[in-house]
């Protein structure tokens, strides 16, 4: 499994599947999630609302996965991150939840290259440097079977600060260990 750092629009960027940071009612919003159901088409929020029909919506930290309609992808794969409460309400565990949830319904459905956002470090409020601890924290100890599964993980990066600061994380984590 390899590790981009990318920086661009994640809706540009072709993956078998796109990771959105939706919001609990799946109906679409702003940010990645305008942009993605503005570029993929009214597909992906038909198959939302048929999710939507069959289970209420999506939990913090879940996930779910629809067509990705336009879109340069397979799958786009929803999951609702968590928003920043000053750190005590769960927050770390519930972004953790976010991106092992994707990656796992990702292998479910024969994923070789996944595209994350910088998943609640927009409207949700979470501390950009302590989402990509987040980040680099889960796949350093994701399960050996889902990385044998995987061929690309693409962290895509909006803004330059996630860029600066996703590669400083980075640096850390390859000179760690593991
Ligand atoms: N490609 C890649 N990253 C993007 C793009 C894009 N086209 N557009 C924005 N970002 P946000 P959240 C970055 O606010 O914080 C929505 O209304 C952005 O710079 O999209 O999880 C949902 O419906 C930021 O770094 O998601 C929810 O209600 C990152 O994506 C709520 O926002 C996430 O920012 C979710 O908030």
Known sequence: MKIYILQGDITEIKADAI???ANSSLLG????DGAIHRK????????????????????????VVTTAGHLPAKFVIHTVGPVW????????RLLENC????LKLAVEN????????NISTGIYGYPKDKAAAVVFKV???LPEEIKEQLDVVNLVCFDQENL???KAAECSFLNKKH
């Open 85 to 92: 409460n000053g750190g005590n309400k769960g927050e770390e």
């Open 29 to 32: 919003g702003g940010g990645v």
């Open 40 to 63: 993929g088409g009214k597909a992906i929020l038909e198959a939302c609302v048929v999710i939507r029909n069959r289970q209420g919506g999506c939990e913090t930290g879940e996930a």
């Open 139 to 141: 796949l350093t100890q």
């Open 110 to 117: 024969q994923v070789k290259t996944i595209s994350f956002p």
């Open 19 to 21: 990771v959105n940071a």
């Open 99 to 102: 991106y092992v949830n994707s």
């Open 164 to 166: 600066l600061i996703y």
